[in-house]
């Protein structure tokens, strides 16, 4: 009778330390999948803010390559438009009058789109710059 009992005893033991042992292994999992998932959430978030900040550079720099678009090809109607009426006027005086005003017309309008596309680019890299130290930052 009493080894009997002992051997009971042993076996609840037994058991026993098995349940912990199972227990501890699956709340260790369990952590282990919560810290992965967590994580997995940071990189996730990080992934994600980095590109809403390319894409808002590039949001950004499309905006301003058709704003240099738009600004040259307006720049370039007007200027195309001012040599043809000085044409017309000056057609009636001296033809080679006409022949400087519009090389010196033509002169004018490369100066503008240089300056211009020079100015854009500037601020776009400004930009550009500003976004990327504040990505740093955060």
């Known amino acids: 009778m009493v080894c009997r009992t002992k051997l009971v005893e042993v076996k609840v033991i037994v058991v026993e330390l098995v349940v912990v042992v199972v227990v501890v292994v699956v709340v260790a999992a369990a952590v282990v999948v919560v810290v992965v998932v967590v994580v997995v959430a940071a990189v996730v978030l990080v992934v994600v803010v980095v590109v809403v900040v390319v894409v808002v550079v590039v949001v950004v720099v499309v905006v301003v390559v058709v704003v ?3 600004v040259v090809v307006v720049v370039v109607v007007v200027v195309v438009v001012v ?3 000085v044409e017309v006027v000056v057609v009636e005086v001296e ?6 005003v519009v090389v010196v017309e033509v002169v004018v309008v490369v100066v503008v789109v240089v300056v211009v596309v020079v100015v854009v680019v500037v601020v776009a890299v400004a930009v ?3 976004v990327a130290i504040s990505v740093a930052a955060a």
């Open 68 to 70: 240099v678009v738009v």
């Open 83 to 85: 040599v043809v009426v």
């Open 95 to 100: 033809e080679v009058v006409v022949v400087v």
């Open 128 to 130: 550009a710059v500003a």
